[in-house]
């Protein structure tokens, strides 16, 4: 079973509600689910769209046909009409206009209707949800407009539902987090907003300075004072933050830093998403000086990764990046699977008073004296090239790729963070391997060896340069020739993909 919803209408019209009671109702049903959003940058009006996936084996992408429309506004339908299957149906918003605020729980009990969804388990989860009866009664209007035309009865199988965002948060909370720094900036809001709801409940203050130069130097400020600190931003947010970046290379105090991509350069297309923003990642600031780049492709990797850059940071005094992007952060995935148990993370370095403690910007002496010496500074240097080696050592322990698919396939797919969805979906069935980059920096030597036991070679991201593909070939000289890039400002189709790859 798979069905492919699209649910559209202007911003601030509830499509987000809708999406959410279809998810929860399916998963409590023991299917699975994939949530796509697509919206301008409107706080009101314009044209929004989610594409909701529902299955009853894993999904973690959409696709280009649809099965079904609900049009919150006359629009969606003129606009969509053209995706759609033969076989299809469409749900209009003004079948229940009169009920206002409560259209959406009617839309959505009238599509769970035709999907063979008993009506019990709907109106238990719009209770659980909404506390005005008006909302029971929404259930009863629409669940009795339509027709059962399919089955869905349960499955035993525990699913949960969760966004790139919350899990980047959990992930947070897990390494006992204190302080998160952040500016609003799309995607990366969504964390600050998550975590300032969970604030008191688990312990952490969530602080909003003036800009996203005072973000990353008050983040190290904290930090030096022996907090365990994150810092969120964007790409355009990121590049203010670069100079303090360079300060954390120098002082050697710990930080973590959520950068969120989004389509660039400047303003670029601001809700939507891209892979541009690996090169900053890796070589944002000035000078040589140790960094470690994460790059999940999951809501459950985005948990365990988010500890493990925790980890590293403290560990080695180091700048830790986790890199997602748009789809990712606000995609909502759904998974049977649990996430590994967190690393417990310890501040075990000298604190501010415990004893005098000096962090200096300047090249300086091992008792953080400032010095210009020549012998001082090749020190300093090769101290922290010393480091990042020690690093390399210590991720080894870690996932740093994963393999997919086909394990004996001489057909190997090379990709990272969210297209790993897309890539999963699309191969299925296929003469594939996948190999999944998730430690960007340090980059895997198994890497090369997966490359050269293969006889075809595509490199898949949403870029228009490869810049995983480039990375490669700095660190092994190898070019990879075959390469699926989408730089549209949106995410990769499975069912177009798996065309570009041979498949039907």
Request: charge should be positive.
């Amino acid at each position: 079973m798979k069905y492919n919803i699209l649910i559209g209408g202007k911003a601030g019209q509830g499509i987000n509600k809708i999406s959410e009671i279809i998810g929860k109702v399916i998963t409590k049903q023991g299917y699975f689910v994939f949530n796509y959003r697509d919206y301008p940058s409107l706080i009101r009006g314009g044209h929004n769209f989610n594409v909701l996936t529902i299955s009853d084996t894993p999904v973690s992408s959409s696709e280009s046909k649809i099965d079904t429309i609900i049009a919150m506004d006359d629009k969606t339908v003129g606009i969509h009409k053209k995706e759609l299957k033969k076989k299809n149906w469409i749900f209009q918003g003004d079948k229940f206009k009169e009920l206002g605020r409560d259209m959406n729980i009617a839309l959505a009990s009238a599509y769970l209707k035709v999907i063979g969804v008993p009506k019990k388990v709907i109106i238990d989860e719009i209770k659980s949800q909404f506390k005005h009866k008006e909302a029971i009664a929404a259930v009863e209007k629409g669940y009795s407009s339509e027709k059962e035309e399919h089955k869905s009865p349960a499955i035993k199988k525990k699913i949960s539902i969760m966004s790139g965002t919350q899990a980047v948060a959990e992930g947070a909370i897990n390494s006992e987090i204190d302080i998160y720094f952040a500016y609003p900036m799309t995607p990366a809001t969504g964390v600050l907003h998550e975590l300032a709801a969970r604030q008191r409940n688990n312990n952490v203050k969530v602080i909003q300075p003036e800009n996203e130069i005072a973000v990353a130097n008050a983040g190290l400020g904290a930090s030096f004072a022996g907090k365990k600190v994150m810092i969120g931003t964007s790409g355009g947010g990121y590049d203010l933050m670069t100079e303090a970046l360079s300060l954390q290379g120098q002082s050697e105090i710990p930080l973590v830093v959520y950068l969120a991509s989004r389509p660039g350069p400047g303003t670029g297309v601001p809700t939507y998403t891209s892979q541009a923003d690996l090169d900053i990642a890796l070589r944002g600031g000035h000078g040589e000086f140790p960094r470690v780049v994460i790059a999940p492709g999951d809501p459950t990797e985005a948990i365990e990764k988010t500890n493990e850059a925790f980890y590293l940071a403290e560990k080695f005094r180091t700048l830790s990046i986790i890199l997602t992007d748009k789809h990712l952060a606000e995609s909502e995935f759904s998974t049977d699977k649990q996430a590994k148990k967190p690393l417990k993370i310890s501040v075990n370095r000298k604190l501010p008073g415990q004893a005098i403690v000096k962090a200096n910007s300047y090249e300086h002496t091992d008792k953080q004296e400032t010095s210009e010496d020549p012998e001082v500074t090749k020190r300093g240097a090769e101290r922290r090239i010393a480091k990042y080696n020690q690093i390399k050592k210590e991720v080894k322990k870690f996932e740093m790729i994963k393999i997919h698919g086909k394990k004996n396939s001489k057909n190997l797919i090379i990709g990272w963070g969210s297209t790993k969805g897309a890539i999963l979906d699309a191969i299925k069935g296929l003469d594939y391997k996948f190999l999944q980059v998730l430690y960007m920096k340090p980059l895997s030597d198994e890497i090369e060896k997966e490359i050269k036991k293969a006889k075809k070679i595509i490199l898949v991201e949403n870029n228009v340069t490869g810049q995983l593909g480039r990375l490669i070939r700095e660190k092994s000289g190898i070019k990879i020739e075959n390469r699926i890039l989408k730089y549209d400002s949106r995410p990769f189709l499975s069912d177009e993909l798996r065309k570009q790859l041979g498949g039907k």
